[in-house]
């Protein structure tokens, strides 16, 4: 496993969940599903997987997708625009 | 095209902006903030984007409208902040030869941006504590 420096965006009710906005993380974690999991893990968050969207550097991607060293991940709680 | 804004939508110059004398038709959706929803009185309702997301997005519904549909103009504003009962929350507007077109590629925008633009909306209440609401409990 390949150690990384991730940094994680929080907005609406995950922001407030976290109390943050943004962190910056040293994680082993090879995807987003599994970074999702560990921080699902020590911050309790409310919101399964299957809830959420995920973004890396402002794009869509899957849960799937390798993370890389300086990557920029946002997890997307339920939308409500409109 | 599709905005993001802190300041108070304009439809009318909204509106303009969409014409020229090919334009047979413009049809525009205002989406405003309601007194109540779900049975609770609502004072007001707080907007949240993931900026940079929420842009590309929201061009990008708008692009695929245009795919779609045979339109000539098409515009969404969507405010960010803390808005008041009756401001306009999101505005649509699209101008085609033809109201079929006009109204049928409106109502995609709309219903596409709610669905897929990472914004969030969090309702103030005058007897409870605010809550963020998902778009699956919104009849807006």
């Known amino acids: ?82 | 095209m599709f905005n993001l804004s802190t300041d108070p939508i304009n439809p009318k110059s909204l509106a303009d902006s969409l014409n020229d004398s090919g334009v047979g038709a413009i049809v525009t959706f205002e989406g405003r903030v309601r007194d109540h929803n779900d049975g609770k009185p609502v004072t007001s309702l707080e907007y949240e984007a993931y900026t940079k997301l929420a842009l590309k997005e929201g061009d990008r519904i708008i692009s695929e409208a245009r795919k779609k549909y045979d339109i000539l103009n098409a515009h969404c504003t969507h405010r960010i902040g803390h808005l008041k009962i009756q401001d306009i929350a999101v505005w649509v507007g699209v101008s085609a030869e033809h109201r079929d077109t006009a109204f049928a590629s409106c109502r995609y925008i709309i219903d596409e941006i709610k669905k897929y633009v990472p914004i969030w909306k969090k309702e103030h209440y005058s007897n409870d504590e605010a809550v963020w609401v998902s778009s699956a409990t919104d009849s807006a």
């Open chain 1, 1 to 82: 496993m390949n150690t990384k420096t991730i940094h994680i965006c929080y907005f609406a009710s995950l922001r407030e969940q976290r109390k943050l906005s943004k962190e910056t993380l040293v994680t082993d974690s090879e995807t987003p599903a599994a970074l999702y999991d560990q921080l699902q893990k020590s911050h309790h968050f409310t919101f399964s997987p299957e809830d959420l969207r995920v973004a890396i550097n402002d794009t869509f991607v899957d849960f799937k997708n390798t993370l890389n060293d300086g990557d920029i991940i946002t997890f997307i709680p339920p939308v409500a625009g409109g």
